[in-house]
């Protein structure tokens, strides 16, 4: 059984582009929430995807927007990069009170 | 507000227990977390304890946790090289898939 997978595993923009990181789910499990972890700090949440629809938000600007498929999956989507964008982007999965980390996307902006 | 607050560094021999702690400042978290991150990994999950105990054991590792003084330690026995990491405390303040508040996270260094 796969658990929580993600891709890119590594990326390079530079400011003002566009990026989209994917995160697909542990098998079972129907909601993602994503996290931005950048050096030497914790995961800082930015939002929960429910039955294909953002369930909470953390505080994080309208840049960052996301999707969720019928199929769990989800989308990650930031716009207008900024040099603090760069960081190590977290999807999580669960059930009940346990949530599962993928190994994230490593984005740097230059 | 919600705080986790953890100490930065932690050097042990190995063979020694480790001791990390935590305090939040939250009164209504429930679920309280301990994950481990290596080098260029994601979070693994190592173990959670529900705000109404006050003890949980799982094979090296033993939780314990102090409501009043709203304090968490994550003690690993018999630590070994392969323990080094960091590791951190995050907080939930309801139970099901809610959003964690982290700490900082706490860098774990076993001396051989």
């Known amino acids: 059984d796969a658990g929580v997978t993600q891709s890119p595993t590594h990326l390079i923009k530079t400011r003002g582009q566009q990026v989209t990181l994917r995160c697909s789910p542990k098998s079972g499990h129907d909601t993602v929430s994503w996290y931005q972890q950048a050096l030497g700090q914790g995961p800082q949440f930015i939002f929960q995807?429910?039955?294909?629809?953002?369930?909470q938000r953390g505080n994080f600007p309208d840049r960052f927007s996301g999707h969720q498929f019928p199929n769990y999956s989800s989308e990650l989507n930031v716009n207008a990069l900024l040099l603090g964008d760069s960081a190590l982007y977290l999807c999580?999965?669960?059930?009940?009170?346990?949530?599962?980390f993928g190994p994230g996307t490593r984005l740097t902006v230059l | 507000g919600e705080d986790v607050e953890q100490s930065l560094f932690l050097s042990v021999r190995e063979g020694d227990s480790s001791v990390i702690n935590c305090t939040y400042t939250?009164?209504?978290?429930?679920?309280l977390y301990w994950y481990k991150q290596e080098p260029g990994a994601g979070l693994q999950l190592l173990t959670y304890?529900?705000?109404?105990?006050d003890m949980k054991q799982d094979q090296r590792l033993t939780v314990l946790l102090n409501k009043k003084d709203k304090h968490l330690s994550l003690r690993i026995a018999d630590t070994q090289t392969g323990d080094s990491a960091i590791y951190f405390c995050a907080e939930s303040p309801t139970r099901g898939n809610t959003p964690l508040v982290f700490g900082k996270g706490t860098r774990l260094s076993v001396i051989a």
């Open positions: 999580a999965s669960g059930v009940g009170n346990e949530q599962f």
């Open positions: 304890i529900f705000s109404n105990m």
């Open positions: 995807y429910y039955e294909e629809e953002e369930r």
């Open positions: 939250d009164s209504s978290s429930t679920y």
